[in-house]
């Protein structure tokens, strides 16, 4: 199958800034969408930025101007740069992808993964 692993969370002033890494790894032969979402203690996960293969991102109304999500494509890698953190921007950072892999003679299989989460504090 496929694995995605995040590092970069941690605690930082208001006003920081953090860069997330999330790295997919298996079989893969194609990515489609990668993408972050985030859920803070009580709350539903939210999206907070995807980005498509074509380099195409949207994010969500409460960090437009702050997050930046880039990709790279060679290394199967999504990074999520944070700037201008708010208290209210703690949360667990989960980091998701989808496209196919490799499964020998079945050919290839569509997947949808989601890393195991980053915390993320924002706090003086």
């Known amino acids: 199958q496929v694995q995605l692993v995040e590092s970069g969370g941690g605690l930082v002033q208001p006003g920081g800034s953090l860069r997330l890494s999330c790295a997919a790894s298996?079989?893969?032969?194609?990515?489609?969408?990668m993408g972050w979402s985030r859920q803070a203690p009580g709350k539903q996960r939210d999206l907070v930025a995807r980005?498509?293969?074509?380099?195409?991102?949207n994010y969500a109304e409460s960090v437009k101007g702050r997050f930046t999500i880039s990709r790279d494509n060679a290394k199967n890698t999504v990074y999520l740069q944070l700037d201008s953190l708010k208290p209210e921007d703690t949360a667990i950072y989960y980091c998701?992808?989808?496209?196919?892999?490799?499964?020998?003679?079945?050919?290839?299989?569509?997947?949808?993964?989601w890393g195991q989460g980053t915390q993320v504090t924002v706090s003086s």
């Open positions: 298996g079989s893969i032969t194609s990515i489609n969408t």
């Open positions: 980005i498509t293969s074509s380099g195409s991102t």
């Open positions: 998701n992808a989808d496209g196919t892999y490799y499964r020998g003679r079945f050919g290839d299989a569509p997947f949808d993964s």
